[in-house]
């Protein structure tokens, strides 16, 4: 394992080696996962919403904490405008902070009126956006840390579908507290070009789909490394929540419904769109059911290997690129 020779704000914040962040993965993001990452030298998140009981969540915490023995590891809670009733979001920060864990990351809302809570008791929170004007917005309340995910991501890429480059520059003027980029990262030279636009690091998803330790069917994860960057859709744009997804049989029925119906609802995608179907997914590997996250960084995912690897090669991409930007 090589030394830590990134001394920067993301590095410092989750006291990582590098300054990558493995993002929640619904239904996949578990404790073998995000302690792979976490011995990795990198951070992952455990994702709430994946153990909707409040005692499997926390088991699954204490699962992980022993697997990471001392290294970094967080939870992701995913705020999203309500799908179904019944909002638990309160209860599952109060576990976090009942269980001790240090970092969170959150998305799909403001997480203003959670701060105060979590700041209490000394986390350290990623507020994850997609979109630099969300990101000024949540530097505002008090977050340690934004994530500006752009088009390119698997899962929800927002309304305003700008893409990474783009933000990654952008967001260096408009932002006085560290960022980083997400949103088809799959090499180590967009790590390297994401630093030098003024990023303190990089958030990751699809590309990691295809690490050993995620659980799925390995069916699953060869369709990813066969797929590549035009193998997605972008779906329920009807119902503002966009979300891009492997293109299956799925993804085709819900574009198909939305383009020939008008006043288009949740409630009338909900059979298609469940997140038990695609859950289904990954235990049969029959990847052509359900929507499933994941974006145009399918060009990266070449095959499958323990996580470590994937950071290994990673990061010896990040020092190629630098090095071929090296002015001697
Ligand atoms: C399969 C999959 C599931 C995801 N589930 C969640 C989730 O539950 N919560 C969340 O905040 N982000 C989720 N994301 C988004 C990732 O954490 C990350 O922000 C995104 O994947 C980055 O873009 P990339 O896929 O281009 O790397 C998911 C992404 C994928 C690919």
Redesign the pocket.
Known sequence: MSQRFFANAVTELFGTRLPIV????????DAEYVAAASRAGIIG?I?A??FPEPQALRAEIRRCRELCAGGPFGV?V?MLPKLVPGEKTREVFELIVDEGVKFV????RNPEEFIPLLKSAGIKVLH?VPSVRYAVKAASVGVDAV?I??A?????PGLDMVG?FVNAAWAESQLDIPYLI?????RGSQLAAALAMGASGV???????VAEEIWAHDDYKRRLVEAGPTDTDLCMESVRNTV?TLRNETSAAVKDFEARNDNVTIQDLMPMVSGKIGREAYITGDWRKGL??????LAFTDRIEPLADIVHRFESDMMHAMKRVAIS
């Open positions: 493995a993002g929640g993965l619904m239904w996949l993001a998140f994702t919403a994946s992701n995913s990351e959150t998305s799909g994850k994530a995910v752009g390119e991501c698997g899962g929800h990474s997400g949103g088809g990262i799959g958030v990751v998803g699809t590309r990691f789909v891009r499933l996250a994941a974006g145009q960084s």
